[in-house]
């Protein structure tokens, strides 16, 4: 059974790009437009990875991270973050929150699907 990634990012044509790879690698994509919609989409189901912007509308990517991480069911779900943010702050902000990879806009998909396989839960 394919393993199921959640992609959160509040650009469309990101998680567009995003989705097309991991697809391409052989994962099930659920989409979310902010944490908020995210964490809605969580509800219990089995998901093997996460990845978040942090920069987003309504609930932001750090705030997400440590909502998640209060949920018994995805307490252990790794999160990567996609961020164009590069600063040394946020990354260990991000890291405090439960993030286990700081990947930084633009992306290579192949970067993205080897940060994953390292990562997602059997």
């Known amino acids: 059974m394919a393993k199921t990634i959640l ?7 990101l998680r567009q790009v995003v989705s097309i790879a991991l697809k391409g690698g052989g ?14 989409k969580l509800n219990g189901r089995k998901i093997n990875l996460i990845i978040s912007d942090v920069n ?14 209060r949920l018994p069911t995805h307490k252990f779900t790794p999160i990567i973050m996609l ?8 990354k ?9 990879a ?3 806009k633009p992306f ?9 396989a390292k990562l997602v839960l059997p």
């Open 7 to 13: 992609v959160v990012d509040d650009s469309a044509s």
């Open 102 to 104: 700081w990947v930084v």
């Open 83 to 90: 961020t164009t943010e590069s600063q040394e702050a946020k």
């Open 27 to 40: 994962y099930d994509v659920i989409e979310a437009c902010d944490g908020k919609d995210a964490l809605d």
């Open 108 to 116: 290579k998909p192949e970067q993205m699907l080897a940060a994953v």
């Open 56 to 69: 987003m509308p309504v609930m932001d990517g750090i705030t997400f991270v440590k909502e998640v991480k």
């Open 92 to 100: 260990l902000e991000g890291q405090a929150a439960g993030a286990k």
